[in-house]
């Protein structure tokens, strides 16, 4: 968690019925915590979650930990050769007898964007080659949250982070890590966000159901490092889905459907004007050709659908 966060929540007071308090704190009104914890809900204890280095990992504080299920550490480039290793021995326990069916664990992998965008992108791509039977998650907060917003390859043009402090913000395109996976064939991939609870828990269930891999990408609005109000977390990851700028869609049986066409679709600078990480393209006065281009981008997406 960046040292710029002053507000926090105890695990304990979040209404949950899988993830339990074990002192740890986070941001008030983190995007990534509240998609996380209804993915837990829904998937329950029966997982081990292997995760990368992040904001996520203060969750746990030796030798307590919020999940009633198995979690276990790792560095950032190397959670899903650790899903592997995990998968492997309760295969070889399943093997010799050792572990009933129903005592059967799925293996998820909980990722930040810096991991799953950037470090561990490799050992994920080997995964994904062997068809690992797994489930990736990656909470996007668009940045190095647990460092101080340094800008990942997930980072959106024109946004200010720590390693962007000029006029421009941020130079250059969020990579396509949903189109990656979905050009390798995964047995599903989701984007999800946690003010869309509804769309969320069908996809999970859905993920769950399934084997092999599978992404599920989470939008995560992040009020230290995106520099908004805690209270408006809700608000602008609705605002992400209403602009358009971040599709909730998935991939199964070879095709990608989108789940929510928000229709008329809100300018993009709705969106972006609520974000401290944007205030230069508005003030002191308005950076025309990159706001331009952020909604310009925007629409092509759409258009190639509609
Ligand atoms: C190889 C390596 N470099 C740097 C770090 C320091 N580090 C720990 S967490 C983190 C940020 C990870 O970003 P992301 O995966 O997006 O997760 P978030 O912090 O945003 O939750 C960094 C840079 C590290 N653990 N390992
Ligand atoms: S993702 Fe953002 S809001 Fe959540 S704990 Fe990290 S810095 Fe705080
Ligand atoms: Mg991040």
Same mark, same amino acid.
Request: glycine share 12%.
């Given at each position: 968690?960046?040292?710029?966060? &002053?507000?926090? =929540?105890?695990?304990?007071?979040?209404?949950? +019925?899988?993830?339990?308090?074990?002192?740890?704190?986070?941001?008030?009104?983190?995007?990534?915590?509240?998609?996380?914890?209804?993915?837990?809900?829904?998937?329950?204890?029966?997982?081990?979650?292997?995760?990368? *280095? !992040?904001?996520?990992?203060?969750?746990?504080?030796?030798?307590?930990?919020?999940?009633?299920?198995?979690?276990?550490?790792?560095?950032?480039?190397?959670?899903?050769?650790?899903?592997?290793?995990?998968?492997?021995? =309760?295969?070889?326990?399943?093997?010799?007898? @050792?572990?009933?069916?129903?005592?059967?664990?799925?293996?998820?992998?909980?990722? !930040?964007?810096?991991?799953?965008?950037?470090?561990?992108?490799?050992? +994920?791509?080997?995964?994904?080659?062997? !068809?690992?039977?797994?489930?990736?998650?990656?909470?996007?907060?668009?940045?190095?949250?647990? &460092?101080?917003?340094?800008?990942?390859?997930?980072?959106?043009?024109? *946004?200010?982070?720590?390693?962007?402090?000029?006029?421009?913000?941020?130079?250059?395109?969020?990579?396509?890590?949903?189109?990656?996976?979905?050009?390798?064939?995964?047995?599903?991939?989701?984007?999800?966000?946690? #003010?869309?609870?509804?769309?969320?828990?069908?996809?999970?269930?859905?993920?769950?159901?399934?084997?092999?891999?599978?992404?599920?990408?989470?939008?995560?609005?992040?009020?230290? !490092?995106?520099?908004?109000?805690?209270?408006?977390?809700?608000?602008?990851? @609705?605002?992400?889905? @209403?602009?358009?700028?971040?599709?909730?869609?998935?991939?199964?049986?070879?095709?990608?459907?989108?789940?929510?066409?928000?229709?008329?679709?809100?300018?993009?600078?709705?969106?972006?004007?609520?974000?401290?990480?944007?205030?230069?393209?508005?003030?002191?006065?308005?950076?025309?050709?990159?706001?331009?281009?952020?909604?310009?981008?925007?629409? #092509?997406?759409?258009?190639?659908?509609?």
């Amino acid at each position: 968690m960046s040292e710029k966060s &002053t507000a926090f =929540l105890r695990m304990a007071d979040l209404p949950s +019925t899988h993830l339990m308090g074990g002192g740890t704190a986070m941001c008030a009104g983190c995007g990534g915590l509240q998609a996380l914890q209804q993915i837990y809900d829904v998937l329950g204890e029966k997982t081990v979650f292997v995760n990368a *280095a !992040g904001c996520m990992t203060l969750l746990s504080v030796y030798p307590f930990t919020p999940f009633r299920g198995s979690w276990l550490y790792t560095s950032m480039a190397s959670a899903s050769a650790g899903a592997q290793g995990v998968r492997d021995a =309760l295969d070889v326990l399943a093997g010799k007898g @050792r572990l009933p069916p129903e005592e059967d664990l799925e293996v998820v992998v909980l990722a !930040g964007d810096g991991s799953t965008y950037g470090m561990g992108l490799s050992a +994920t791509s080997g995964a994904i080659d062997r !068809g690992l039977d797994f489930l990736y998650l990656c909470y996007d907060n668009e940045g190095y949250g647990n &460092t101080g917003q340094q800008a990942s390859a997930a980072t959106p043009m024109g *946004a200010r982070t720590a390693t962007d402090p000029g006029r421009e913000g941020h130079v250059g395109f969020k990579k396509d890590i949903f189109g990656l996976w979905v050009a390798n064939h995964p047995s599903y991939a989701a984007t999800v966000i946690g #003010a869309e609870p509804l769309d969320l828990a069908r996809k999970i269930e859905k993920a769950s159901r399934l084997s092999g891999p599978r992404l599920i990408l989470a939008l995560a609005p992040c009020p230290t !490092g995106w520099r908004f109000p805690a209270e408006d977390a809700v608000e602008i990851a @609705r605002l992400a889905v @209403r602009t358009g700028i971040f599709p909730l869609k998935e991939y199964v049986d070879g095709e990608v459907v989108h789940t929510k066409k928000k229709r008329p679709r809100l300018p993009v600078e709705e969106y972006l004007k609520r974000q401290g990480r944007f205030a230069h393209l508005f003030e002191p006065e308005r950076n025309e050709p990159v706001i331009r281009g952020i909604q310009a981008r925007v629409d #092509a997406y759409w258009a190639e659908l509609e």
